[in-house]
């Protein structure tokens, strides 16, 4: 027995979310001795992995095969993993307080921030989110339809990673996507896109770009599209090079020089252009019904109040016709049924992990606790939740030696099952989606493709053999 009277083989813990700060908290609970501590996992989806499944670009095998470590980390014996089950309907807070030690939510960023510019509601003016869970099948964008033909000038705004994916994405040739598991129907949009000039714009400078060194230098390697950029886009302003030589951030330096290095290569023929600009936002999105052009202010940078490099805008004003328009200006969270929020940051409020009922006070929800970009926001690469998320399962740990942990009347596997059992029939385990991950592996080695995915939720159930049983059907 433990000090607070608690079965050390009875604790368990809910995360909410499979993506990879759920998966770094599970696996830490799962490495404590004492106590011992079982650890549900919760999906909305069929399919575990969140953002990595459903987020990183179909030409980044490398990095998605972190799955490997989840799957590894799934495999233990104190864990188990319930898909299509969706919290705050199938079960609730409540639920899971009367059958758990501890929740923690890892439910990431869901959704875009906005421009908050006239135009921005357009016929083909898109949030990149929308974009990027469509070609990667995601089933909550499977209905997009994305249609590329007569597009032949496109604008990402953004300078991110995922600005990155989307730009390679559309400057890829089918040959390239073909061997990824992109969704069939991207491929085949892909494949008749009339694309030809794609505009990756930054409010700030190049120094202030918030894309990985590996992700620009990709655009420079592309089978059938030129990067172009200007000398004036490329070079630094006063500001820059001072705090760039006084912040010593290689990677920032190492991307102006990736940067740099493009601005003689010049036109080579290819079919497609990338095109960077820096210091420029868009004020507005000009059309009728669909998107014909944005205007975009030049901007300088000034130094803040606290020492920060900001964007102003200036009276210089100009007009890009574009045909369609991808925003990539962050990710936010969105709020979960009965659980604090605090709504400016699109995060819920915590105190190194541990839920806070607001935002500017210092009460504790307890036995509730948050990992990942639902907690810090949306900042960092896959490896940055792995501290994130021992930091907040450390809390739980202090909170449990502490004895102020949730204090369930029906912490037994049994229990779960059977609630389970009544609310959802129709819940996913591990096993069942080794099953889906097989036939999906399956289906793209018979054509010469990594993976063939299911993009609905219906055809996944249907192949795992989970389709609900009809009753009172009429013959």
């Known amino acids: 027995m433990t000090e607070n009277g608690a079965s050390a083989t009875t604790i368990r813990v809910a995360i909410i979310g499979s993506g990879p700060s759920g998966f770094y908290a599970a696996d830490h609970l799962l490495k404590q001795s004492e106590p011992l501590i079982h650890v549900d996992m919760y999906e909305r989806l069929p399919t575990p992995f969140g953002l990595v499944r459903g987020g990183v670009a ?217 095109i960077m600009r820096f210091l420029v936002s868009p004020t507005e999105i000009i059309g009728d019904d669909n998107v014909v052009a944005m205007k975009i202010v030049k901007n300088e940078l000034y130094l803040d109040e606290h020492g920060n490099l900001r964007p102003r805008a200036t009276d210089q004003f100009e007009i890009l016709p574009v045909d369609m328009v991808f925003r990539s200006v962050g990710y936010r969270g969105v709020p979960l049924p009965d659980v604090p929020f605090y709504d400016r940051w699109g995060t819920i409020p915590n105190d190194r992990g541990r839920v806070l009922t607001r935002h500017e006070g210092r009460e504790a929800l307890t036995g509730n606790y948050v990992a990942g970009w639902i907690k810090r926001g949306p900042t960092g690469i896959i490896g940055t939740n792995k501290p994130d998320a021992i930091e907040t399962v450390d809390c739980f740990l202090e909170d449990y030696a502490a004895g102020n942990v949730l204090q369930p009347a029906h912490a037994s596997e049994a229990a779960i099952i059977g609630l389970l059992q009544a609310r959802k029939p129709t819940y996913i385990t591990f096993d069942d989606w080794k099953v889906l991950d097989e036939i999906e592996l399956g289906r793209g080695k018979a054509i010469g493709r990594s993976r063939v995915k299911f993009t609905t939720v219906e055809d996944m159930l249907d192949a795992m053999g989970k389709t609900p049983e009809l009753a009172g059907v009429c013959k």
């Open 58 to 274: 179909p030409d980044h095998e490398k990095i998605k095969s972190v799955t490997k470590l989840y799957s590894r980390i799934a495999a233990h014996e104190r864990f188990s993993f319930y898909g299509n089950i969706e919290f705050g309907s199938d079960v609730t807070r409540v639920d899971l307080s009367d059958h758990y030690h501890g929740i923690i939510y890892a439910v990431g960023a869901q959704t875009d921030r906005k421009l908050g510019i006239p135009g921005e509601d357009l016929r083909n003016s898109y949030a990149a989110t929308e974009f990027v869970g469509w070609y990667n099948g995601h089933p909550d964008y499977h209905d997009y339809d994305f249609d590329l033909t007569g597009i032949k000038r496109v604008a990402v705004i953004g300078v991110g990673n995922v600005a990155m994916d989307v730009a390679r994405i559309l400057g890829r040739t089918t040959d390239e996507l073909y061997q990824t598991d992109i969704a069939d129907y991207a491929l085949d949009a892909l494949r008749h896109s009339e694309v030809e000039e794609i505009y990756v714009l930054g409010r700030r400078g190049p120094a202030q770009a918030a894309f990985s060194n590996p992700e620009i230098k990709e655009l420079g390697e592309m089978a059938d599209a030129d990067i172009i950029v200007d000398c004036d886009d490329a070079s630094l302003d006063e500001l820059s090079a001072t705090h760039l030589k006084k912040a010593r951030d290689r990677s920032a330096i190492r991307n102006v020089k990736i940067l740099q290095s493009y601005v003689d290569r010049g036109l080579t023929g290819k079919s497609r252009r990338i």
